[in-house]
């Protein structure tokens, strides 16, 4: 069955990095592309970014353009979002999330990872 | 880029049927087929309800329904039952090629 598993907890000073992973299992990992999207306290969902784990080609948000980068290893099956410069405003629960189609549309995410919590204080 | 407008909360009585609704534009919402809604409990993942405006993965009950008329789509769930107290979102692909998520509605069962 199809299954992402991402990485454990984090916490962060203001103006450090933080690197979350989410390890894919049950399907083809190149054949679908992966979202990142996260959960602010008493916020809604935003969409952070797209990676094709094929090639490794990405999209992200204007609002996070400079700060996040999303890579990929195919050999682990391991998709990874870096965050930089993190403010107090990142905190929130980060997920990844593969859609139910082999397209970079959105078309349903289907497939979601547990979610890590990024806390960023001083 | 603002998020799809949504209702904040809404309510209903066990049994009955509630509507959320979901307003966007024609570059998004209006504009593509490709309208998703999902279901988040606290604490856990958000789960897919409707795909594509109006189809239902495999498992979601009929009870969650999908529509959308101009530039606006609609979450309905019929028969209400208290598990679905939870929060909603809609989500839409839009002309900048990346989706869109609505603010969220939280749905109080009474």
């Known amino acids: 069955q199809v299954q992402l598993v991402q990485s454990g907890a984090e916490v962060k000073k203001p103006g450090a990095s933080v690197k979350i992973s989410c390890k894919a299992s049950g399907y083809i990992f190149t054949h679908y592309y992966i979202h990142w999207v996260r959960q602010a306290p008493g916020q809604g969902l935003e969409w952070l970014g797209i990676i094709n784990p094929s090639g490794g080609l990405t999209t992200y948000t204007q609002r996070l353009e400079g700060r996040v980068t999303m890579t990929r290893d195919t050999s682990t099956r391991v998709v990874y979002m870096e965050l930089s410069s993190l403010r107090s405003e990142d905190t929130a629960i980060y997920y990844c999330g593969r859609d139910r189609q082999e397209y970079d549309i959105l078309t349903g995410l289907q497939y979601w990872g547990q979610g890590t919590l990024v806390t960023v204080a001083s | 880029q603002s998020a799809l407008t949504q209702p904040p909360s809404v309510s209903g009585s066990p049994g009955q049927s509630i509507t959320i609704s979901c307003t966007g534009t024609?570059?998004?919402?209006?504009?593509?087929?490709?309208v998703s809604w999902y279901q988040h409990h606290p604490g856990k993942a958000p789960k897919l309800l409707i795909y594509?405006?109006?189809s239902r993965p495999s498992g979601v009950p009929n009870r969650f329904s999908g529509s959308r008329s101009a530039f606006t789509a609609s979450l309905t769930i019929s028969g209400l039952q208290a598990d679905d107290e939870a929060e909603y979102y809609c989500?839409?692909?839009?002309?900048?090629?990346?989706?869109?998520f609505g603010g969220g509605t939280k749905l109080t069962v009474l």
């Open positions: 594509e405006v109006s």
């Open positions: 024609g570059k998004d919402v209006g504009g593509y087929d490709f």
């Open positions: 989500c839409s692909h839009t002309n900048s090629r990346t989706p869109l």
